[in-house]
């Protein structure tokens, strides 16, 4: 027993060295990785302020192999994977984190957020919905409604669009009521091309109704009277839209023309026209009086002689276009060639320039086909703005 005691006695010692060693080796280890991981991480930083992506994300992998449980690694890698269009691999860590049972509840939220943007990016709609509904009655509540707002709008569910834009004018996140009668407009011309007029009818006064000094509806309405057989109801349905909505009055120039000649009173649209014109002079509502004044008793050289009033007002190369088409020129022979060449540089002049991203187009959009923005075109042509 005391040969046994002694040797304990003896030992305590060697314990007590061996595990002092091994401490001070385990805080050598900590010490290093901690220092690696920091070093690695502001690698990355410099790399991304620099747009050098591609080792930025060397070196964020690196500090997360160094501490894997460091969060915020996590989600600069996914942000960046999402950005170089990498949405696999984006899923993957923004998935890792919701697996993980160490994280707040707040960054539990973030990563579904970021998973929601990883689906949204790669087109996956329907995973983009599920997880964005996921985050109602979390501080990104405001953020996923938008993004769900957006993911309606480019599937076009026009419905669901209009109720979660409901939810974001209630919450004070703005005015949507132009963009929810955008939807109705939407919905009725679905209803139109289905042969249902009667209940596109009523859409559209629904539309009037919550948006009332937008053009949209009241010309959708009106083309809707003209198909029906109402070129009545439909004059007087666009010219109660040019007092509703004057700034787009060069948008229902020629559907007012189109409708007044029908009903067979063209001096119906030519007052309110010319009068419009006077405040505001604007290319398609020249046009339209041009064509008006042709079809009435006037000569053609009186309804042409507005092309020249125009050029007195404001130079305009469409104009001056159209003013030559029908003069005779001292070498008439080369007329044709003359006017193929200023059609042809007046062709970009007619467009229609989104305010919002600069796509351009020979019709007018209500819904940028470029930058998804709404009302984003003005009513006038490239050479006028």
Not at 325 to 354: I, S, T
């Amino acid at each position: 027993m005391d040969f046994d005691a002694t040797l304990i006695l003896m030992g305590l010692p060697v314990a007590f060295v061996l595990g002092w060693f091994a401490s001070r080796l385990d805080l050598r280890q900590l010490r290093l990785e901690n220092r690696q991981a920091p070093k690695a991480y502001f690698r990355g930083l410099n790399f991304l302020l620099n747009e050098q992506q591609d080792q930025a994300i060397d070196a964020f992998i690196e500090a997360v192999q160094n501490d894997p449980d460091t969060s915020e690694l996590h989600f600069a890698l996914g942000n960046l994977f999402r950005r170089r269009g990498e949405y696999q691999r984006a899923v993957r860590v923004h998935q890792h984190l919701l697996s993980r049972g160490d994280i707040s509840a707040d960054d539990r939220h973030r990563a579904q957020h970021g998973l929601a943007l990883d689906y949204l990016k790669a087109g996956l709609l329907d995973r983009a919905e599920a997880a964005l509904l996921q985050l109602e009655g979390t501080r990104f509540e405001a953020e996923a409604r938008l993004a769900l707002l957006a993911n309606y709008e480019r599937s076009r569910d026009w419905a669901m669009a209009a109720e979660v834009a409901q939810k974001l004018e209630t919450a004070d996140q703005g005015s949507f009521a132009g963009r929810r009668a955008h939807y109705l407009c939407e919905q009725a011309a679905s209803l139109a091309a289905a042969d249902n007029r009667a209940q596109a009818q009523q859409v559209l006064t629904q539309a009037i109704a919550l948006a009332p000094t937008m053009a949209r509806a009241r010309l959708d309405l009106a083309l809707l009277q003209f198909n029906s057989g109402e070129p009545a109801g439909a004059l007087a349905t666009v010219l109660d839209a040019m007092v509703a909505a004057p700034s787009a009055v060069a948008l229902m120039a020629q559907p007012l023309r189109q409708y007044a000649q029908a009903c067979g009173t063209p001096d119906a649209a030519l007052g309110p026209l010319k009068a419009a014109y006077a405040s505001m002079p604007a290319l398609d509502v020249l046009e339209a009086i041009v064509a008006l004044e042709r079809n009435r008793a006037a000569s053609e050289d009186t309804a042409r002689d507005w092309y020249v009033r125009h050029l007195e007002k404001q130079p305009s190369l469409v104009a001056a276009a159209q003013w030559i088409a029908g003069e005779k020129l001292e070498h008439e022979q080369f007329h044709p060639q003359v006017q193929r060449a200023l059609d042809h540089a007046v062709k970009p002049l007619k467009r229609y320039r989104c305010a919002a991203c600069g796509f351009e187009a020979q019709q007018h959009f209500w819904h940028c086909p470029g930058c998804q923005a709404w009302d984003s075109y003005p009513p006038r042509r490239v050479e006028e703005l």
